[in-house]
């Protein structure tokens, strides 16, 4: 069963004191491969690519991804990826950088009265109004919105959606594109509600892509790769 709901304030305060500052965590413009460290070992680095299971690597190791461990000291590590050396402590804040080496997109969204995120962008190019949702899988979205921005269902794997009051169908798919601001994401995993909905609700398929930040009344995203 797939979850999906609505946001409030407070569980984002849970989700960021469970994700917390724990990682030495790195943005690599190249590819924009996501490099974090979890922790070290003698001659050892704790490394997570890409959102990945952690990894114990070892100095001189080259993963597929291209990052190679330079050298572990008591609370760090070196990495490189083309050419680009950056140490990563465990403990540090992210450091996140674009493709060409500017700070990586973001948006920052204002909470309503009742405490809720709402932001304008788009799927696959067609005009979407977001609330984030912390509490949804997935990026959620009703029938006839799905069917503006072109979304093909026919096809697609029809999954049982636990609501607040009932169990009912929807269907999984895939986005292109998911914009909020000036952050793009692509092929994005979504779902398409069999019914209509106010709004659609930016899930953690979006979300688990982004560096939040909430103060007061107002969250950033910042993309993470």
């Known amino acids: 069963m797939i979850a999906t709901g ?6 984002i305060g849970r989700l960021l004191q469970c994700s917390g500052v724990l990682l030495g965590c790195l943005a690599i413009p190249a590819g924009a491969t996501e490099v974090a460290l979890a922790g070290v070992f003698p001659g050892k680095a704790l490394m997570v690519i890409n959102g990945g299971s952690p990894r114990a690597l070892g ?16 609370d760090g590590a070196v990495v490189e990826v083309d050419g680009r050396r950056q140490r990563l402590v465990v403990g540090q804040q992210a450091l996140n950088l674009g493709s060409d080496g500017q700070r990586a997109p973001s ?10 995120f709402h932001v304008p962008g788009s ?9 984030v949702d912390t509490g949804a899988t997935y990026v959620s979205l009703g029938r006839a919105d799905a069917s503006r921005a072109g979304i093909d269902v026919s096809k697609a794997e029809t999954v049982a959606m636990q609501t607040a009051n009932d169990v009912a169908q929807a269907w999984k798919v ?10 793009v994401l692509r092929n994005v995993d979504g779902i398409v509600q069999s019914a209509d909905m106010p709004f659609a ?7 688990n892509r982004m560096e939040m930040r ?10 993470r790769y």
Not at 6 to 11: E, G, K, S, Y
Not at 178 to 183: L, M
Not at 214 to 222: F, I, P, Q, W
């Open 174 to 183: 895939r986005f292109d594109t998911v914009r909020v601001g000036d952050v």
């Open 107 to 116: 948006v920052t969204v204002q909470a309503d009265s009742r405490g809720q």
């Open 6 to 11: 609505f946001m409030m304030t407070p569980l």
């Open 201 to 207: 609700l930016l899930g953690m398929s979006f979300l």
């Open 59 to 74: 100095v001189g190791a080259v993963t597929q991804e291209g990052v190679k461990i330079i050298a572990v000291d008591g």
């Open 214 to 223: 909430h103060d007061g009344a107002s969250l950033r995203l910042r993309q």
């Open 123 to 131: 799927i696959n190019g067609s005009a979407i109004r977001f609330v």
